[in-house]
Protein backbone atom coordinates (compact mmCIF):
# COMPACT_ATOMS: atom_id res chain seq x y z
CA UNK A 1 0.00 0.00 0.00
CA UNK A 2 1.41 3.30 -0.78
CA UNK A 3 1.52 6.11 1.80
CA UNK A 4 -0.01 8.86 -0.47
CA UNK A 5 -1.85 8.84 -3.77
CA UNK A 6 -1.60 12.58 -5.97
CA UNK A 7 -4.10 12.43 -7.92
CA UNK A 8 -3.51 14.76 -11.45
CA UNK A 9 -0.46 16.32 -12.85
CA UNK A 10 -1.12 20.32 -12.49
CA UNK A 11 1.03 22.99 -10.94
CA UNK A 12 -0.68 21.76 -7.57
CA UNK A 13 0.18 17.87 -8.71
CA UNK A 14 3.66 18.25 -9.29
CA UNK A 15 4.26 20.25 -6.03
CA UNK A 16 3.22 17.94 -3.91
CA UNK A 17 4.92 15.18 -5.85
CA UNK A 18 8.49 16.68 -5.66
CA UNK A 19 7.46 17.45 -1.54
CA UNK A 20 6.19 13.94 -1.22
CA UNK A 21 9.91 12.78 -2.70
CA UNK A 22 11.90 15.07 -0.48
CA UNK A 23 9.70 13.63 2.27
CA UNK A 24 10.18 10.04 1.08
CA UNK A 25 6.76 9.50 1.38
CA UNK A 26 5.80 6.31 -0.60
CA UNK A 27 3.76 7.93 -3.34
CA UNK A 28 1.80 7.14 -6.24
CA UNK A 29 1.15 10.23 -8.58
CA UNK A 30 -1.43 9.54 -11.48
CA UNK A 31 -2.46 12.01 -13.98
CA UNK A 32 -3.78 11.96 -17.25
CA UNK A 33 -1.70 14.90 -18.35
CA UNK A 34 1.10 17.21 -17.55
CA UNK A 35 0.75 20.96 -16.53
CA UNK A 36 -3.10 21.39 -15.96
CA UNK A 37 -5.02 24.65 -17.52
CA UNK A 38 -2.85 26.87 -18.52
CA UNK A 39 -1.29 24.55 -21.03
CA UNK A 40 -3.17 26.46 -23.56
CA UNK A 41 -2.28 29.76 -22.63
CA UNK A 42 0.48 31.05 -25.44
CA UNK A 43 2.32 33.56 -22.34
CA UNK A 44 2.09 33.15 -18.92
CA UNK A 45 3.80 36.21 -16.99
CA UNK A 46 3.29 35.45 -13.53
CA UNK A 47 4.66 31.99 -12.26
CA UNK A 48 7.03 33.35 -9.72
CA UNK A 49 10.78 32.51 -11.12
CA UNK A 50 10.04 32.39 -14.92
CA UNK A 51 9.56 35.91 -16.35
CA UNK A 52 7.56 34.47 -19.30
CA UNK A 53 6.69 30.97 -20.35
CA UNK A 54 4.31 29.23 -22.70
CA UNK A 55 1.67 26.41 -20.90
CA UNK A 56 3.31 24.08 -22.71
CA UNK A 57 7.19 24.43 -21.31
CA UNK A 58 5.69 25.20 -17.89
CA UNK A 59 4.23 21.65 -18.13
CA UNK A 60 7.63 20.12 -20.00
CA UNK A 61 9.53 22.00 -16.60
CA UNK A 62 6.41 19.98 -13.97
CA UNK A 63 6.86 16.92 -15.84
CA UNK A 64 11.26 17.12 -15.62
CA UNK A 65 10.95 18.36 -12.45
CA UNK A 66 8.91 15.62 -10.86
CA UNK A 67 10.77 13.12 -12.46
CA UNK A 68 14.00 14.24 -11.78
CA UNK A 69 13.10 13.61 -8.13
CA UNK A 70 10.69 10.87 -7.94
CA UNK A 71 13.38 7.95 -7.54
CA UNK A 72 12.10 4.75 -6.44
CA UNK A 73 9.62 6.86 -3.88
CA UNK A 74 7.26 8.42 -6.70
CA UNK A 75 5.36 6.24 -8.87
CA UNK A 76 3.99 8.27 -11.65
CA UNK A 77 1.91 7.12 -13.93
CA UNK A 78 0.52 9.38 -16.67
CA UNK A 79 -1.69 9.08 -19.25
CA UNK A 80 -4.43 7.60 -16.89
CA UNK A 81 -7.71 8.72 -15.72
CA UNK A 82 -9.54 8.50 -12.41
CA UNK A 83 -12.83 7.18 -12.00
CA UNK A 84 -13.59 6.32 -8.64
CA UNK A 85 -11.86 6.90 -5.01
CA UNK A 86 -13.38 4.72 -2.58
CA UNK A 87 -12.54 4.09 1.23
CA UNK A 88 -10.85 0.02 1.85
CA UNK A 89 -9.24 -1.68 4.91
CA UNK A 90 -8.46 1.73 6.74
CA UNK A 91 -7.37 3.31 3.17
CA UNK A 92 -8.79 4.25 -0.21
CA UNK A 93 -8.69 2.52 -3.50
CA UNK A 94 -7.85 4.76 -6.13
CA UNK A 95 -9.40 3.11 -9.51
CA UNK A 96 -8.35 4.27 -13.40
CA UNK A 97 -9.09 3.12 -16.92
CA UNK A 98 -6.42 1.14 -16.46
CA UNK A 99 -5.28 -0.07 -12.84
CA UNK A 100 -6.03 -0.10 -9.17
CA UNK A 101 -3.97 1.53 -6.19
CA UNK A 102 -4.07 1.33 -3.08
CA UNK A 103 -2.78 4.27 -0.55
CA UNK A 104 -3.20 5.16 3.09
CA UNK A 105 -3.89 9.19 1.96
CA UNK A 106 -5.20 10.87 -1.25
CA UNK A 107 -4.33 14.10 -2.03
CA UNK A 108 -6.80 15.42 -4.77
CA UNK A 109 -5.66 17.93 -7.21
CA UNK A 110 -7.61 17.36 -10.14
CA UNK A 111 -8.30 20.89 -11.06
CA UNK A 112 -11.20 22.62 -13.18
CA UNK A 113 -12.41 21.77 -16.99
CA UNK A 114 -14.23 23.88 -18.62
CA UNK A 115 -17.95 24.81 -19.00
CA UNK A 116 -19.75 23.92 -22.00
CA UNK A 117 -22.00 26.51 -23.98
CA UNK A 118 -25.89 25.09 -23.42
CA UNK A 119 -27.80 26.48 -26.11
CA UNK A 120 -29.60 25.75 -29.45
CA UNK A 121 -27.06 24.86 -32.02
CA UNK A 122 -24.44 24.37 -30.01
CA UNK A 123 -23.83 20.74 -29.44
CA UNK A 124 -24.43 20.13 -33.28
CA UNK A 125 -20.88 23.33 -33.86
CA UNK A 126 -18.67 22.09 -31.67
CA UNK A 127 -15.84 21.77 -33.69
CA UNK A 128 -17.58 22.92 -36.79
CA UNK A 129 -16.58 26.56 -35.58
CA UNK A 130 -17.40 26.69 -32.51
CA UNK A 131 -14.21 26.03 -30.02
CA UNK A 132 -12.87 25.90 -26.74
CA UNK A 133 -9.17 26.79 -27.37
CA UNK A 134 -7.99 29.74 -29.02
CA UNK A 135 -4.09 28.47 -29.00
CA UNK A 136 -5.14 25.43 -30.69
CA UNK A 137 -7.94 26.31 -33.23
CA UNK A 138 -7.63 30.04 -33.73
CA UNK A 139 -5.04 30.07 -36.42
CA UNK A 140 -7.91 28.17 -38.11
CA UNK A 141 -10.20 31.55 -38.37
CA UNK A 142 -7.47 33.71 -39.84
CA UNK A 143 -8.73 36.63 -41.56
CA UNK A 144 -12.18 35.99 -40.39
CA UNK A 145 -15.00 37.24 -37.86
CA UNK A 146 -14.58 35.49 -34.62
CA UNK A 147 -17.24 35.98 -31.06
CA UNK A 148 -15.61 35.53 -28.08
CA UNK A 149 -18.05 34.31 -25.09
CA UNK A 150 -17.12 35.37 -21.50
CA UNK A 151 -15.86 38.44 -19.81
CA UNK A 152 -13.14 36.95 -17.44
CA UNK A 153 -9.70 36.59 -17.96
CA UNK A 154 -9.87 33.79 -19.78
CA UNK A 155 -12.41 35.57 -22.61
CA UNK A 156 -9.64 38.63 -22.85
CA UNK A 157 -7.22 36.34 -23.02
CA UNK A 158 -8.56 34.49 -25.80
CA UNK A 159 -9.63 37.32 -27.89
CA UNK A 160 -5.61 38.87 -27.44
CA UNK A 161 -4.53 36.02 -29.09
CA UNK A 162 -7.24 35.74 -31.88
CA UNK A 163 -6.68 39.62 -33.00
CA UNK A 164 -3.21 38.94 -34.02
CA UNK A 165 -4.50 37.00 -37.13
CA UNK A 166 -8.30 37.35 -37.35
CA UNK A 167 -10.25 40.34 -39.31
CA UNK A 168 -12.49 41.30 -36.10
CA UNK A 169 -13.15 40.22 -32.64
CA UNK A 170 -16.73 40.93 -30.70
CA UNK A 171 -16.49 39.76 -27.59
CA UNK A 172 -19.87 38.85 -25.56
CA UNK A 173 -20.44 39.66 -21.83
CA UNK A 174 -23.77 38.36 -20.02
CA UNK A 175 -23.69 41.21 -17.63
CA UNK A 176 -22.83 44.73 -17.51
CA UNK A 177 -19.63 44.84 -15.99
CA UNK A 178 -16.32 42.14 -16.93
CA UNK A 179 -14.63 39.86 -14.59
CA UNK A 180 -11.12 40.25 -16.06
CA UNK A 181 -8.37 42.32 -15.02
CA UNK A 182 -9.03 46.40 -15.65
CA UNK A 183 -5.49 46.30 -16.85
CA UNK A 184 -6.50 43.43 -19.53
CA UNK A 185 -9.52 45.01 -20.46
CA UNK A 186 -8.37 48.18 -21.65
CA UNK A 187 -5.13 46.75 -23.50
CA UNK A 188 -7.18 44.57 -25.29
CA UNK A 189 -10.34 46.62 -25.79
CA UNK A 190 -7.65 49.32 -27.26
CA UNK A 191 -7.39 47.03 -30.30
CA UNK A 192 -9.07 49.13 -33.89
CA UNK A 193 -10.53 45.18 -34.86
CA UNK A 194 -11.72 44.49 -31.12
CA UNK A 195 -15.49 44.99 -30.06
CA UNK A 196 -17.61 44.11 -26.74
CA UNK A 197 -21.25 43.58 -25.98
CA UNK A 198 -22.96 44.31 -22.60
CA UNK A 199 -25.58 42.73 -21.57
CA UNK A 200 -25.78 40.11 -24.06
CA UNK A 201 -26.80 36.68 -23.38
CA UNK A 202 -26.58 33.98 -26.29
CA UNK A 203 -29.32 31.86 -27.23
CA UNK A 204 -28.81 30.31 -30.62
CA UNK A 205 -26.02 29.30 -32.87
CA UNK A 206 -26.69 29.22 -36.81
CA UNK A 207 -24.88 27.92 -39.71
CA UNK A 208 -24.84 25.32 -42.66
CA UNK A 209 -22.46 22.86 -42.45
CA UNK A 210 -20.02 25.12 -40.24
CA UNK A 211 -21.07 27.91 -38.08
CA UNK A 212 -22.41 31.46 -40.28
CA UNK A 213 -23.78 33.22 -36.95
CA UNK A 214 -24.72 33.63 -33.32
CA UNK A 215 -27.81 34.97 -31.69
CA UNK A 216 -27.98 37.09 -28.31
CA UNK A 217 -30.96 38.37 -26.57
CA UNK A 218 -30.07 42.14 -24.93
CA UNK A 219 -30.97 41.12 -21.22
CA UNK A 220 -32.36 45.23 -21.16
CA UNK A 221 -34.83 45.27 -24.35
CA UNK A 222 -35.36 41.72 -25.11
CA UNK A 223 -34.07 41.96 -28.85
CA UNK A 224 -32.78 39.00 -30.70
CA UNK A 225 -29.31 40.32 -32.62
CA UNK A 226 -27.83 38.00 -34.86
CA UNK A 227 -24.07 38.32 -35.72
CA UNK A 228 -22.28 37.02 -38.33
CA UNK A 229 -18.87 35.28 -37.41
CA UNK A 230 -17.06 31.89 -38.92
CA UNK A 231 -15.54 31.11 -35.42
CA UNK A 232 -16.87 31.18 -31.63
CA UNK A 233 -14.38 30.96 -28.87
CA UNK A 234 -16.18 29.61 -25.46
CA UNK A 235 -14.69 30.76 -22.53
CA UNK A 236 -17.60 30.79 -19.69
CA UNK A 237 -15.68 29.33 -16.78
CA UNK A 238 -14.22 26.23 -15.37
CA UNK A 239 -16.28 23.11 -13.28
CA UNK A 240 -14.43 21.40 -10.73
CA UNK A 241 -13.09 18.21 -11.71
CA UNK A 242 -14.65 16.29 -8.75
CA UNK A 243 -17.06 13.36 -10.14
CA UNK A 244 -14.82 10.64 -8.91
CA UNK A 245 -14.74 11.54 -5.58
CA UNK A 246 -17.87 12.76 -4.94
CA UNK A 247 -19.26 10.08 -2.63
CA UNK A 248 -16.01 10.36 -0.38
CA UNK A 249 -15.41 13.77 0.09
CA UNK A 250 -18.35 16.80 0.60
CA UNK A 251 -18.65 18.86 -2.09
CA UNK A 252 -19.77 22.57 -1.77
CA UNK A 253 -22.81 23.91 -4.21
CA UNK A 254 -19.90 24.30 -7.02
CA UNK A 255 -19.32 20.53 -6.76
CA UNK A 256 -15.72 22.15 -5.44
CA UNK A 257 -14.04 20.30 -2.49
CA UNK A 258 -14.61 21.30 1.32
CA UNK A 259 -11.12 21.80 2.71
CA UNK A 260 -10.00 23.68 5.89
CA UNK A 261 -7.50 26.76 4.94
CA UNK A 262 -4.86 26.05 7.52
CA UNK A 263 -4.53 22.41 6.53
CA UNK A 264 -6.08 21.59 2.77
CA UNK A 265 -7.60 18.65 4.75
CA UNK A 266 -11.29 17.56 3.68
CA UNK A 267 -13.67 16.83 6.14
CA UNK A 268 -12.83 12.67 5.37
CA UNK A 269 -10.08 11.75 7.31
CA UNK A 270 -7.06 10.94 4.93
CA UNK A 271 -8.16 13.00 1.92
CA UNK A 272 -6.71 16.13 1.16
CA UNK A 273 -7.23 18.42 -1.61
CA UNK A 274 -5.64 21.56 -3.32
CA UNK A 275 -5.86 23.85 -6.42
CA UNK A 276 -8.81 24.87 -8.41
CA UNK A 277 -10.57 21.86 -7.15
CA UNK A 278 -11.05 22.96 -4.03
CA UNK A 279 -13.82 26.06 -3.01
CA UNK A 280 -10.51 28.58 -1.77
CA UNK A 281 -11.32 32.42 -3.37
CA UNK A 282 -8.92 32.01 -5.69
CA UNK A 283 -7.27 30.34 -8.05
CA UNK A 284 -3.80 30.75 -9.95
CA UNK A 285 -0.44 28.79 -10.73
CA UNK A 286 0.91 29.94 -8.08
CA UNK A 287 -1.50 29.81 -5.33
CA UNK A 288 -2.78 25.93 -6.37
CA UNK A 289 1.65 24.90 -5.95
CA UNK A 290 1.15 26.47 -2.26
CA UNK A 291 -1.32 24.90 -1.32
CA UNK A 292 -0.67 21.76 -2.36
CA UNK A 293 3.10 21.98 -0.11
CA UNK A 294 0.60 23.07 2.62
CA UNK A 295 -1.30 20.24 1.80
CA UNK A 296 1.87 17.71 1.86
CA UNK A 297 3.34 18.68 5.24
CA UNK A 298 -0.12 18.01 6.67
CA UNK A 299 -0.44 14.58 5.16
CA UNK A 300 3.49 14.32 6.42
CA UNK A 301 2.84 14.72 10.25
CA UNK A 302 -0.78 12.99 9.65
CA UNK A 303 1.14 10.07 8.73
CA UNK A 304 3.85 10.32 11.46
CA UNK A 305 1.23 10.54 14.17
CA UNK A 306 0.30 7.43 13.55
C1 LIG B 1 -6.69 29.74 -20.32
C2 LIG B 1 -6.15 29.85 -18.93
C3 LIG B 1 -5.06 30.65 -18.67
C4 LIG B 1 -4.55 30.77 -17.38
N1 LIG B 1 -3.48 31.59 -17.17
C5 LIG B 1 -2.96 31.68 -15.94
C6 LIG B 1 -1.82 32.49 -15.70
O1 LIG B 1 -1.31 33.15 -16.62
N2 LIG B 1 -1.31 32.54 -14.45
C7 LIG B 1 -1.87 31.82 -13.40
O2 LIG B 1 -1.35 31.88 -12.30
N3 LIG B 1 -2.95 31.06 -13.59
C8 LIG B 1 -3.51 30.96 -14.82
N4 LIG B 1 -4.62 30.20 -15.02
C9 LIG B 1 -5.19 29.47 -13.87
C10 LIG B 1 -4.34 28.23 -13.60
O3 LIG B 1 -4.17 27.52 -14.79
C11 LIG B 1 -4.98 27.35 -12.53
O4 LIG B 1 -5.20 28.08 -11.35
C12 LIG B 1 -4.07 26.16 -12.23
O5 LIG B 1 -3.83 25.41 -13.40
C13 LIG B 1 -4.66 25.25 -11.16
O6 LIG B 1 -3.79 24.19 -10.97
P1 LIG B 1 -4.27 22.80 -10.39
O7 LIG B 1 -3.03 21.96 -10.32
O8 LIG B 1 -5.06 23.01 -9.19
O9 LIG B 1 -5.29 22.18 -11.47
P2 LIG B 1 -5.20 21.98 -13.03
O10 LIG B 1 -4.22 22.90 -13.64
O11 LIG B 1 -6.59 22.00 -13.53
O12 LIG B 1 -4.60 20.50 -13.18
C14 LIG B 1 -5.38 19.37 -12.95
C15 LIG B 1 -4.67 18.15 -13.47
O13 LIG B 1 -5.45 17.00 -13.15
C16 LIG B 1 -5.63 16.18 -14.31
N5 LIG B 1 -6.93 15.51 -14.17
C17 LIG B 1 -8.16 16.07 -14.01
N6 LIG B 1 -9.10 15.10 -13.90
C18 LIG B 1 -8.45 13.92 -14.00
C19 LIG B 1 -8.88 12.55 -13.96
N7 LIG B 1 -10.16 12.18 -13.78
N8 LIG B 1 -7.93 11.58 -14.12
C20 LIG B 1 -6.62 11.90 -14.29
N9 LIG B 1 -6.16 13.17 -14.31
C21 LIG B 1 -7.07 14.17 -14.17
C22 LIG B 1 -5.60 17.21 -15.47
O14 LIG B 1 -5.24 16.59 -16.67
C23 LIG B 1 -4.51 18.15 -14.99
O15 LIG B 1 -3.23 17.65 -15.28
C24 LIG B 1 -5.15 30.06 -16.30
C25 LIG B 1 -6.25 29.25 -16.55
C26 LIG B 1 -6.77 29.14 -17.85
C27 LIG B 1 -7.96 28.25 -18.10
Excluded at 31 to 41: A, E, L, P
Aim: aromatic residues 8%.
Amino acid sequence: MYDLAILGGGPAGVAAGVYASRKRLKTIFITDSWGGQSVVSEGIENWIGTIKIPGTGLAENLKKHLEAYAGDIVTIREGEKIITVAKKDGGFVVKTDTGEYEAKTVLVTTGSHRRKLDIRGAEQYENKGITYCASCDGPLFSGQDVVVIGGGNAGFETAAQLLAYTKSVTLLNRGTEFRADPVTVSKVLSHPNMKSIMNAIPVEIKGDSFVKSIVYEDASSKDRIEIYATGIFVEIGLLPSTEFVKDVVELNQYNQIITDPRTQATKTEGIWAAGDVTDTLYHQNNIAAGDAVRALEDIYIHLHAK
